[in-house]
């Protein structure tokens, strides 16, 4: 691990990946300063309770960030005027909140403009305003839509989506106050996560986990012949706080391990060590495919290989291990 900036503004914080990059912060700098914000709409003070003690700060009464210490304001980056004044003090913004996934954005276009694009604007408007060194999105692989893998940084981005569109558009904004404004931006294009904390999370591992846990059946939706590139919340988390030092003008990089996995070979993984924890194992059906789900996906991971030094850690066998046995005890 890099040497910490010491205080951080985490939007989206009380969120599956947001409780995983303040774990594994606290774990290697215990006396940073983080500030989250987080609207509730989908993570929880509960959840963010799991990993850290915190104070609950109201928006008008914030001072300057406690050192060392976290704490969590309840607000909602579409509030221009709330995220000036949640990132007054802070070094590095790293910027999770969002409108998550493809199918809420095909539900409601507008919104998810709204939360992902007028969102990471107001974000990097309160960095500018404020100072911030750097500023880091989670993005996805979205963006790029259909591509013959391996998916990597110059492929040109066709997205098929409202979300694939909002956050390009995220991306390009970084790219934007980097270059009109010295900003350091990174852009992290994360493939499908997975591990402890995702109890809500609707991607295919979480909701195997939940399926098995209250016996429902596992349904392999065209046959799960589909390939993904899952990576580990923890070795992701790694590599957002390392991207948060890059002080190169504008970064992307894909975060993903490389390696391509079908659905039926994660099944097939995740099967014994299911019947170990729980003395039986879910039935598997096959189900129609499902319509826009991207037949094949994994990423070249050399470039941030490269610039970052970042190579994830973890087979995907032992972080299936770590997310049953999280499943098991909190889920
Ligand atoms: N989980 C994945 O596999 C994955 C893959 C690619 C990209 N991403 C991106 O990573 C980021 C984090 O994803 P996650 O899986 O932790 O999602 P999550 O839904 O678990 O967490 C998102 C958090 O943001 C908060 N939030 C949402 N809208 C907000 C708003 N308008 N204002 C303030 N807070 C708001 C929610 O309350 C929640 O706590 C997102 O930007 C997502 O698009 C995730």
């Not at 290697?28 to 987080?38: E, G, K, L, T």
């Not at 956050?167 to 009109?180: P, T, V």
């Not at 096959?286 to 970052?308: E, M, Q, T």
Request: with cysteine; aromatic share 8%.
């Amino acid at each position: 691990m890099v040497e910490s900036h010491k205080k951080y503004l985490i939007t989206g914080g009380c969120g599956f990946i947001g409780v995983t990059v303040i774990h594994q912060l606290l774990k290697n700098f215990p006396d940073v300063s983080i500030r989250i914000m987080d609207n509730l709409s989908g993570g929880t003070a509960e959840d963010l309770k799991a990993v850290t003690d915190f104070a609950l700060v109201k928006l008008d009464e914030i001072g300057p960030m406690k050192h060392p210490g976290v704490e969590l304001v309840v607000a909602d980056i579409c509030d221009a005027n709330a995220a000036k004044v949640v990132a007054q003090g802070a070094e590095v913004i790293i910027h999770l909140a969002a409108n998550t996934g493809v199918q809420p954005s095909i539900n409601d276009p507008v919104a998810d403009m709204r939360a992902n694009v007028e969102g990471t604007v107001n974000m990097l408007e309160a960095a500018r305003e404020c100072r911030v060194r750097s500023f880091v999105l989670a993005s996805s692989g979205a963006p790029i839509g259909e591509a013959t893998p391996p998916l990597n940084e110059k492929a040109v981005c066709r997205p098929i989506s409202p979300y694939g569109a909002s956050k390009l558009a995220g991306e390009a904004y970084l790219s934007a106050y980097s270059g009109s404004f010295g900003l350091n931006t990174v852009a992290l294009r994360f493939s499908n996560v997975y591990g402890p904390f995702s109890r809500r999370k609707g991607s295919v591992v979480a909701k195997f986990l939940r399926q098995a846990l209250a016996g429902e059946p596992w349904i392999l939706n065209g046959g799960g012949e589909q390939t993904r590139d899952f990576i580990y919340s923890e070795d992701l988390a790694h590599a957002v706080i390392k991207a948060a030092y890059l002080t190169s003008g504008a970064e992307l990089f894909q975060i993903a391990t490389g390696v391509e996995t079908s659905v039926l070979e994660m099944a097939n993984m995740l099967s014994p060590f299911i019947e170990a924890q729980m003395g039986n194992c879910p039935k598997i059906e096959i189900g129609p495919p499902l319509i826009g789900d991207v037949a094949r996906n994994f990423a070249d991971i050399s470039h941030v290989k490269n610039v970052l030094g970042w190579t994830p850690q973890t087979s995907l066998k032992s972080g299936l291990i770590k997310t049953i046995e999280w499943f098991v005890e909190y889920a």
